[in-house]
């Protein structure tokens, strides 16, 4: 069977028109499904902005039902005093200890690693862990350690 050359090209447009409803069968199908996708995402996003606003009101009614109230006005007053000066006095101890490490790093004496391990190891009966783990805290402030390294050239650790 002969084949003419018209006949080659009808039948060439006929696959072409299959092919380009085939694709814009699947285009069509892809925009369903990613509108389709958008909904549940909008969807899935309010349900969670929803359970996210509910945790946090909840959260809230908790903390004020579960927050005990003081035993008068007079005991609050004297807590938030005392507390004023807790912190002070917390505050003048540890200007106190940051003195006595900036003099001691400035005398070449110790630098910051020196101190960090002095406060990670050794005797444990120097001092409760609390302790060492406040005057870490302290230690690791940017700026105490910005002023080690003015005391050691740059550095953290002396030469």
Known sequence: MKITKSQLK??????????????KKVRDDYKSDRERNK?????????AEKEDLETRQKERNEGKLNEEPFSSPEAKKIMDQSLREYAKILRKAQYKVVKD????AKAGVIDFFDVSNGLKKGDISRAYPYETDFLRSVL???????RFRSYTGGR????
């Open 39 to 47: 909904q549940d995402f909008d969807r899935d996003l309010e349900d």
């Open 10 to 23: 009808e039948m060439i447009r006929e696959e072409l028109l299959r092919e380009g409803e085939a694709i």
């Open 101 to 104: 490490w900036m003099t001691k």
């Open 140 to 146: 690791t402030k940017d700026k105490i350690v910005n």
């Open 156 to 159: 953290k650790r002396k030469r």
